[in-house]
């Protein structure tokens, strides 16, 4: 019985990160349409009807080019870094919540917040063991980001879980019943969606990326399947945080097909900003985590800190 109850959650979750990469082929092609169109034009319209055969047509391109290394790079590590970049991103989907509960997770935000904080790694050692002035100068720019965006990333989903008193993703639909936390913590909110943008190094916070002074950053040497990997690794992010933000303040109903539009439009949002707004500069984007979120995600902290201790006293 036990055997077969987990081989059947392994075909399962197979089954969810096969549906995760044809989701993330299909953004790249959302993407590419939006952005044709803001910047009016087409965008991809050639292979297939509307273009709808691109995204097989850059797979295959990416992954059967010849795959080069630099001759002075750390080879085991630029060869595993891509590889464990996606294998993190798509792990992070085992806590999403279920209606057949496929990993019933009690713990699901500390998983969340694990898995989540080890990418890191994964962009730290791509830059470095290319042995690349450029890719080190971007791979230090992107962690430093990370690193500071998760601060206030943690404090806000404790503010959040102060409300529930849970740590899993299921008892966020259940509180959110009658009213979404979006309207309760409205700057909590927005707050969370734009340390999300610079969490997955998305414009307006890609420094990582900064094609106009970085030459690509952290993935500077890398091309063909390694590229192609990172490329997998952080649009699968952007759909897992798409999911995060729907599920904590907009809801978050798993069995309503309304779920899925608001995940849709969560990632369109991503798009939408890339194509709207211009680079911040390094040190205001350090300057807004550290003087501007920090101390608002404190503040509310400490304001649903008190308003529950209050509650706990006149139900005593």
Do not use: H
């Amino acid at each position: 019985m036990f055997v077969s109850d987990l081989s059947l959650m392994i075909l399962n979750f197979l089954i969810l990160v096969i549906c995760v990469l044809v989701g993330v082929a299909f953004l790249t092609l959302l993407e590419r349409k939006v952005l044709g169109y803001i910047q009016i034009r087409k965008g991809p319209n050639k292979v297939g009807f509307m273009g709808i055969l691109q995204p097989f047509s850059d797979a295959i391109k990416l992954f059967t080019k010849e795959q080069t290394y630099p001759l002075m790079s750390n080879f085991v590590i630029y060869y595993m870094s891509p590889v464990f970049s996606l294998f993190l991103s798509l792990i992070l989907w085992a806590c999403m919540p279920f209606v057949i509960n496929l990993f019933s997770f009690n713990l699901g935000i500390l998983y969340f917040l694990c898995c989540s904080s080890l990418g890191v790694y994964a962009i730290m050692m791509a830059g470095w063991s290319s042995n690349s002035n450029y890719s080190l100068l971007g791979s230090i720019r992107a962690v430093a980001q990370t690193i500071s965006y998760e601060v206030s990333l943690s404090l806000i989903l404790l503010s959040f879980l102060y409300l529930i008193v849970s740590l899993n993703l299921m008892d966020f639909m259940k509180y959110q019943e009658d009213l979404w936390f979006l309207f309760l913590c409205l700057p909590l909110s927005m707050v969370w969606v734009v340390s999300s943008l610079a969490e997955t190094n998305r414009t307006p916070f890609d420094f990582a990326e900064g094609e106009s002074e970085l030459v690509s950053g952290f993935n500077v040497e890398y091309s063909s399947g390694g590229f192609a990997l990172i490329f997998m690794a952080e649009y699968s992010s952007i759909l897992f945080m798409s999911l995060m933000c729907v599920m904590i303040f907009m809801g978050g109903n798993v069995m309503g097909w309304t779920f899925f539009l608001k995940l849709g439009f969560m990632a369109f949002f991503w798009l939408w900003v890339r194509g709207t707004l211009p680079r911040y500069r390094y040190d205001k984007l350090m300057y807004l985590c550290w003087k501007g979120f920090l101390p608002l995600s404190l503040n509310y902290l400490l304001l649903f800190l008190g308003l529950k201790l209050y509650l706990f006293m006149i139900l005593m």
